[in-house]
């Protein structure tokens, strides 16, 4: 018997375990991988890494992780940060408290013995107090549903679902579906050593420049003097980041001072392009005619055929309404005689066969196939267990039409139960770690605040979640990421009714989310229901 399971080893249950040992409580993470890391232990594909600057993703809660680690580059690579990841585990003995190479199956809460009972895929059965899902936003792979996929005689990898032996690309015939965030990674990668590269491209992204590069030795030592100081700043920002919106409006300033700012964006590292541009661009569709017609224009420049680069730009999206890309030289990859680009809008596929995929115009013949089709994004991993709450009610049925949440933390129904990263929880739409700290240390306090009280149960009031709920709505209204076909919107998902846009995100900024949750905890838990039976 458990006082508390965490499900999921990446840097929110690696976190939330750490914590929880400290309170004294028996707590035991499960992770299906074979190791820590989450994120970054499933997502190997040739060059996967941050798009935060990496001094800004790690975990601010220890001083001498910050003391000894040092990041090789402002944006490290995959590789990189599962050995940080490794680095924080083997400090803190945290693989003593995991039982690894196991999925949770389902979740069952017992009403009247107030636990949760826990079936795991090696038929091991679990009851514990508590239940804190660490299960990540990004981790539900989503596998294309196209005709003979399985019958292909060549090598198929999910980005998400990366294997750890090596996969061989130089010399190779090589297709990559998809071009969102891990598909432009792969995707510039791939194209350096492969004979030839095929991008089968369904929906065009604004992506724009990383500017990555080794950090110096005296930067590192600027780094590791100016910790605070980075940690002050992001928890200061909408989301988290090193980054914030320029309070200026696009359209209230001169047209050469807002081609200034473009440009002065678009030569510096990270998301600043996107999180520093002016205050009205991602809310007023005017002014962010601005930008997208900036960043058109830059693709122009790059790509030497016309033709290609108009399939490279999009027709039906703003820049910034969907989560930008951010690249290191990708749009030249369409330069190069080596890479073809299929638009999947005018030539869709029509089957995977033996020897490769075939398209209207023909077979294109592959050695592997590379499948960057994203994830069911925020909810996924959770419609996947089957967790019932009180009464057998199915979490996936409660949110049959869309996630309903208190905080993004807890759900009414589901006593005990604590969501990491949860739907409507202000992690899902930040730099991850920072909100994960936040998220941990809430859940945390409030596991103390119970054991030191006496009560054995908390479980949100409905009445708390639709207010919740409608103000996640609220404060979304008028931005233009809710009129875009996005993972934001939950258009990413396996669901059968998966059409019908279900914002998965909390959109009113990290400062705001962490005041209500203080508010929420400083008036005794307001919004949950407290009770010392059973």
């Known amino acids: 018997m458990l006082d508390v399971a965490v499900i999921g080893a990446g840097m929110s249950g690696m976190y939330q375990i750490y914590k ?3 309170l004294g409580l028996a707590v035991q993470g499960f992770e299906a991988g074979t190791d820590v890391g989450g994120t970054w232990y499933w997502n190997r594909y040739p060059g996967a890494r941050f798009d935060s600057e990496s001094y800004s993703y790690g975990y601010s809660f220890s001083k001498e992780v910050l003391a000894e680690w040092s990041w090789s580059e402002h944006f490290a690579p995959q590789p990189e940060t599962l050995r940080y990841c490794n680095f924080v585990a083997d400090k803190f003995n945290l693989r003593d ?9 389902a979740a069952h809460y017992e009403v009247e013995a107030n636990n949760w009972l826990l079936h795991f895929d090696n038929h091991e059965v679990i009851r514990t107090r508590f239940l804190v899902t660490a299960v990540g936003p990004l981790s ?3 596998l294309p549903k196209l005709p003979g996929l399985d019958t292909f005689g060549g090598e198929v990898h999910h980005t998400g679902l990366w294997p750890k032996e090596e996969v061989a690309i130089a010399g190779r015939r090589v297709g990559v579906i998809g071009t969102g965030a891990t598909g432009v990674q792969v995707i510039q990668e791939v194209a350096k050593t492969a004979a030839h590269l095929t991008v089968f491209q369904r929906t065009p992204n604004w992506c724009a420049p990383l500017h990555n590069r080794p950090i110096s030795e005296a930067e590192q030592i600027q780094i590791k003097a100016s910790y605070d100081a980075i940690f002050r700043k992001c928890n200061a920002t909408t989301n988290g980041f090193l980054h914030d919106a320029d309070p200026r409006k696009a359209l209230a300033v001169s047209a050469q001072e807002r081609e200034a700012l473009f440009e002065k964006l678009y030569a510096e590292p990270g998301f600043g392009i996107w999180l520093s541009n002016f205050s009205d661009v ?3 569709e005017a002014a962010n005619q601005t930008i997208s017609r900036f960043v058109a224009d830059k693709i122009r420049q790059r790509v030497e055929d016309p033709r290609t680069a108009e399939k490279l730009i999009p027709k039906d999206h703003g820049f910034g309404t969907r989560r930008v890309p951010m690249e290191t030289r990708y749009y030249e990859v369409y330069n190069q005689p080596n890479v073809e680009l299929v638009d999947l809008v005018s030539t869709p596929i029509e089957a995977v066969t033996p020897k490769g995929v075939k398209t209207p115009d023909g077979e294109v013949p592959l050695d592997l196939l590379i499948l960057a089709t ?3 994004a925020v909810r996924g991993a959770l ?6 709450g009180r009464h057998g009610l199915e979490l996936k049925q409660k949110w049959a039409d869309g996630p309903v949440t208190y905080l993004g933390l807890g759900v009414s129904g589901f006593p005990n139960m604590l969501t990491l990263v949860g739907p409507h929880n202000a992690a899902t739409f930040c730099n991850i770690p920072r909100c994960i700290e ?3 240390d809430w859940v945390t306090d409030v596991i103390q605040y119970m054991t030191r009280n006496g009560y054995r149960r908390i479980e949100a009031t409905q009445a708390a ?3 919740w709920t409608d103000h996640v709505f609220d404060v979304a209204e008028g931005l233009l990421l809710t009129k875009t076909r996005s993972w934001f919107m939950g258009l990413n998902s396996n669901l059968e009714n998966h059409d019908k846009p279900r914002l998965l995100v909390y959109a009113g900024g990290s400062p705001r989310y962490r005041e209500r949750c203080e508010e929420v905890a400083n008036q005794g838990y307001a919004g949950f229901e407290l009770s010392r039976g059973s």
């Open 97 to 105: 408290n995991i039982t690894f190479g196991t999925r949770l199956l």
């Open 140 to 142: 539900a792979p989503v």
């Open 383 to 388: 419609d996947r267990i089957d967790i019932r």
């Open 282 to 284: 991602l809310v007023d």
């Open 374 to 376: 994203g994830f069911d």
């Open 465 to 467: 979640e639709r207010e």
């Open 20 to 22: 929880l040992r400290e």
């Open 438 to 440: 936040q998220n941990v």
